[in-house]
């Protein structure tokens, strides 16, 4: 994991903004270019461990300027024209004709989207859930999708017909596997489905409360895996979890724990160190301070002698070790390092982990994008995404948390209460993170030249960024450290 804010994503692949748009890969004079664009949310799965295992994938599909207007992907719209054109013997009329050639276009850009590489790393080595539609389920274009790294989300009223358990059949036979969406009653058409499906998504807040343990039995006893929807608080996961849930889709896990987080390290020590950096300190008063934590200690030193750092020869001493560094380096790597886990998992599979350096490195590129941003602004607004989780660890009131960590007044005040350019930056940020599309849109009116479609951008390329944790974790001083 790089440090450097000078390294800028690419974003082949991803619609951004015009102004992004000049460093992506354009269409020649005589390609012509795809009237659909798409881009991505991720929103992770966690184990009954508290483990990343999964990320939904929700993707958005528009069109282009210039193009037919402004289309979801899951809308009411395509099942419709599906069923209006496979009604009995009749050819369908020109409007049915064209919602299907709409629809295959749709579902061709889709599919190419989910191929990209930056999707691809976006997700760090994770299986995808991907919500699919019925005519996708029936378009060839669906078999470029990996078997083995995408679940296929069967939505709401997608029906339980001959045909569509033929076509789920068929895929099946390719390993192709299938999750049963937002299931809230055992209905007819859920019977149905029900024997094709690895896995059943369940709001617990969606099911009558007498009813859901007595559900949740049947569907466990059926070796059916288990996904809990919407969780968002830890009493929602302690409850979901005593019921034998196996997946859990929200943010509880970046919320106050109530003191249960385990550390990485002793997160008083982190604090300290970090207040130390605020104040710009000397080399000397630097060094005093990391010797009496031996640990921080022996990962600076691995750090300092990575390759990325090298200074042509071996680092030996801490004063040669900090200025190998650089103090900038040395807080980014403290700053995170206050969310990892204490348990012995990859850093790709800590969720807060993951959350928070994406966040703060999305906060990062998206403040250089910006008119008048420069190196300043785009360490405040690391500082914005690192800190906004600072209760999930701590605890206590947010705004005496801050107080401690010495920030500067703007910092506090985006993250307290979302003022400034930095306090919107942060809303965005927490609304692609939930796929609330109309937040984003709403958003980009006070953002410019960022749009929708940029910003979806940014932060796949930060998450890529925060997903190379583990594999360049030697080299990027994001080492496990052990109390």
């Known amino acids: 994991m790089s440090f450097n804010a000078t390294d800028r994503p690419h974003m082949a692949g991803v619609e951004g903004s015009h102004r992004l748009a000049q460093t992506t890969p354009q269409t020649t004079a005589e390609s012509s270019p795809d009237p659909w664009q798409v881009y991505f949310a991720r929103e992770p799965l966690l184990d009954r461990d508290g483990v990343l295992c999964a990320f939904e994938t929700l993707p958005r599909v528009v069109a282009r300027d210039g193009f037919a207007e402004s289309a979801e992907v899951h809308t009411e719209a395509h099942a419709e024209a599906h069923t209006e054109a496979h009604e009995g013997d009749a050819l369908p009329d020109d409007g049915a004709v064209r919602a299907g050639a709409q629809s295959a ?8 989207a989910f191929g990209a590489p930056t999707l691809r790393a976006a997700l760090t080595g994770h299986p995808a859930w991907l919500d699919v539609t019925r005519e996708l389920l029936f378009d060839d274009v669906l078999l470029r999708l990996p078997a083995d790294r995408v679940i296929l989300e069967l939505p709401p009223g997608i029906g339980a017909d001959p045909e569509l358990i033929a076509q789920l059949v068929k895929l099946h036979a390719r390993r192709y596997r299938f999750a049963l969406d937002h299931v809230t009653q055992a209905d007819d058409a859920f019977a149905k489905l029900l024997p094709y499906a690895d896995a059943v998504k369940l709001d617990p807040r969606g099911v009558a409360p007498a009813l859901l343990p007595k559900f949740a039995s049947v569907l466990k006893a059926a070796g059916k895996i288990l996904v809990a929807l919407g969780i968002e608080t830890p009493a929602e996961y302690e409850r979901a979890h005593a019921l034998g849930f196996d997946r859990f889709q929200g943010y509880y896990f970046a919320k106050p724990q109530g003191g249960a987080r385990r550390a990485s390290a002793p997160r008083q020590a982190l604090l300290s160190l970090l207040q130390l950096l605020a104040s710009e300190p000397t080399v000397m008063q630097l060094e005093a301070e990391l010797k009496l934590n031996p640990v921080l200690v022996m990962h600076l030193m691995r750090l300092a002698n990575s390759s990325s750092f090298s200074l042509g020869r071996k680092v030996t001493t801490l004063r040669e070790a900090i200025n190998a560094t650089g103090t900038n380096r040395i807080a980014r790597w403290t700053q995170l390092l206050l969310y990892a886990d204490g348990r012995k998992i990859s850093l790709e599979d800590d969720p807060l982990l993951q959350l928070v350096a994406t966040r703060a490195r999305f906060m990062e590129l998206a403040a250089a994008l910006l008119p008048e941003a420069g190196p300043a602004e785009e360490d405040a607004a690391f500082l914005v995404g690192v800190f906004s989780f600072v209760d999930a660890v701590f605890g206590g009131p947010l705004d005496q948390t801050l107080e401690v960590l010495r920030l500067a007044k703007p910092i506090r005040a985006a993250i307290a209460r979302r003022e400034g350019v930095l306090g919107r930056l942060l809303g965005v ?55």
């Open 429 to 483: 940020s927490e609304a692609l993170e939930c796929a609330d599309w109309a937040a984003v849109d709403a958003a980009c009116a006070t953002l410019a030249p960022l749009d929708a479609g940029a910003l979806a951008a940014l932060a796949l390329a930060a998450a890529e960024w925060a997903g190379m944790a583990e594999r360049n974790a030697e080299a990027e001083g994001l080492e496990r450290i052990e109390d």
């Open 105 to 112: 276009a749709q579902n061709r850009a889709l599919i190419e």
